[in-house]
């Protein structure tokens, strides 16, 4: 008897551990008609740029174009998908509504479905050539090209690291470093700090990512980084030159894993693997694209970042946040979307450690 209810208890327990892991941390299901046998996991070393752009968005066109041809880095526009523009029975034949909101406790939005599906073309787009290495953009970020290029030559070098790897990101993110990668040449450091929530100072040895404070320190820029060390912040947003006040940091580069979400796929490089991998659970859409390609422990993939941030991105006049509409969902899926995301934070953190 005792065996017996033992064995429930067991069986009870496995079954509340399998449904809590499905409802967090393994959500993501296999598109079934994906074969990835279709493409090549084998390039030829060199490296891509792929930008989406909307057909109605020729202002952000023209002030990218400057930017990627100074990038030296050969590049494809890739038309972005205006979702409001697509019939209801195309965007029912890829999204998955019910998963959505139980996820993120808000309605799938027309301009959420056109950003994952622009994705997911330059994904095809990408696997379809021969190149290694693609870097995707969306047309509504800000960078530095020298800077950039040079991170972007120094990260290939050492690909072993990383699958995908994020320039552009939001929420802190509490980076755990790696390795610290010295650029060529050292004097070029340019960098986009929040000053609501980070400061991107490195020195030699170890990135200082802290939250900032007012400072009374008129060369600041207004924001400590710590008590010991003042981050210059021009214009609020870009810090260029030296990090630190008269002093040349010679690594400015980090790759590090972040220990809580971060978001935003404005800006990022990926190889062939992680292209495949991504294409292989891309539909249906269950979240925003840039909820879902951060959850490498789906993949089996090396999801980390470049610290300090090389890229911002104006997501306040976002084509995806001019289509979507905020709208009141019953409370059951509040908290079933507060599960999920407290369970992903967890799968975050230990994949920092872990993975």
């Given at each position: 008897?005792?065996?017996?209810?033992?064995?429930?208890?067991?069986?009870?327990?496995?079954?509340?551990?399998?449904?809590?892991?499905?409802?967090?941390?393994?959500?993501?299901?296999?598109?079934?008609?994906?074969?990835?046998?279709?493409?090549?996991?084998?390039?030829?070393?060199?490296?891509?740029?792929?930008?989406?752009?909307?057909?109605?968005?020729?202002?952000?066109?023209?002030?990218?174009?400057?930017?990627?041809?100074?990038?030296?880095?050969?590049?494809?526009?890739?038309?972005?998908?205006?979702?409001?523009?697509?019939?209801?029975?195309?965007?029912?034949?890829?999204?998955?509504?019910?998963?959505?909101?139980?996820?993120?406790?808000?309605?799938?939005?027309?301009?959420?479905?056109?950003?994952?599906?622009?994705?997911?073309?330059?994904?095809?787009?990408?696997?379809?050539?021969?190149?290694?290495?693609?870097?995707?953009?969306?047309?509504?970020?800000?960078?530095?090209?020298?800077?950039?290029?040079?991170?972007?030559?120094?990260?290939?070098?050492?690909?072993?690291?990383?699958?995908i790897i994020t320039f552009d990101y939001i929420h802190y993110g509490h980076p755990r470093q790696l390795i610290s990668l010295p650029t060529n040449p050292p004097e070029s450091v340019s960098c986009f700090v929040d000053p609501v929530l980070e400061c991107s100072c490195t020195s030699v040895y170890t990135p200082l990512l802290r939250s900032v404070s007012p400072s009374n320190n008129p060369d600041s820029g207004g924001f400590n980084c710590n008590p010991q060390s003042v981050c210059r912040i021009d214009s609020g947003l870009q810090c260029s030159g030296t990090p630190f006040l008269g002093r040349v940091c010679p690594n400015p580069i980090s790759i590090v894993k972040f220990?809580?979400?971060?978001?935003?796929?404005?800006?990022?490089?990926?190889?062939?693997?992680?292209?495949?991998?991504?294409?292989?659970?891309?539909?249906?859409?269950?979240?925003?694209?840039?909820?879902?390609?951060?959850?490498?422990?789906?993949?089996?993939?090396?999801?980390?970042?470049?610290?300090?941030?090389?890229?911002?991105?104006?997501?306040?006049?976002?084509?995806?946040?001019?289509?979507?509409?905020?709208?009141?969902?019953?409370?059951?899926?509040?908290?079933?979307?507060?599960?999920?995301?407290?369970?992903?934070?967890?799968?975050?953190?230990?994949?920092?450690?872990?993975?």
């Amino acid at each position: 008897m005792i065996g017996i209810k033992s064995a429930a208890i067991t069986s009870i327990i496995i079954l509340v551990i399998a449904v809590i892991v499905r409802a967090g941390i393994f959500v993501l299901r296999d598109s079934p008609k994906f074969d990835e046998k279709v493409y090549s996991a084998v390039g030829n070393g060199s490296v891509h740029a792929y930008f989406i752009n909307l057909e109605q968005s020729k202002d952000r066109l023209t002030k990218l174009l400057p930017k990627l041809q100074k990038l030296g880095i050969e590049f494809t526009r890739i038309p972005g998908v205006y979702g409001a523009a697509l019939s209801d029975d195309e965007k029912e034949a890829v999204a998955d509504r019910r998963t959505y909101i139980r996820l993120m406790h808000n309605p799938l939005g027309d301009g959420t479905i056109g950003c994952y599906l622009s994705h997911i073309n330059a994904w095809k787009a990408f696997l379809e050539s021969e190149h290694s290495y693609a870097m995707i953009f969306e047309d509504d970020v800000e960078f530095v090209p020298d800077s950039l290029r040079h991170a972007i030559d120094t990260l290939v070098k050492n690909s072993h690291l990383w699958d995908i790897i994020t320039f552009d990101y939001i929420h802190y993110g509490h980076p755990r470093q790696l390795i610290s990668l010295p650029t060529n040449p050292p004097e070029s450091v340019s960098c986009f700090v929040d000053p609501v929530l980070e400061c991107s100072c490195t020195s030699v040895y170890t990135p200082l990512l802290r939250s900032v404070s007012p400072s009374n320190n008129p060369d600041s820029g207004g924001f400590n980084c710590n008590p010991q060390s003042v981050c210059r912040i021009d214009s609020g947003l870009q810090c260029s030159g030296t990090p630190f006040l008269g002093r040349v940091c010679p690594n400015p580069i980090s790759i590090v894993k972040f220990r809580t979400r971060v978001g935003n796929a404005g800006c990022y490089l990926i190889n062939r693997k992680a292209a495949i991998k991504l294409l292989s659970k891309a539909l249906p859409i269950m979240m925003p694209v840039d909820h879902y390609f951060v959850r490498s422990w789906e993949f089996g993939l090396r999801f980390v970042g470049v610290a300090p941030k090389l890229v911002s991105q104006d997501s306040s006049v976002s084509i995806r946040k001019q289509q979507d509409h905020k709208a009141r969902v019953p409370i059951k899926y509040r908290i079933l979307s507060v599960i999920h995301q407290a369970l992903s934070q967890a799968a975050t953190c230990i994949y920092a450690y872990l993975g």
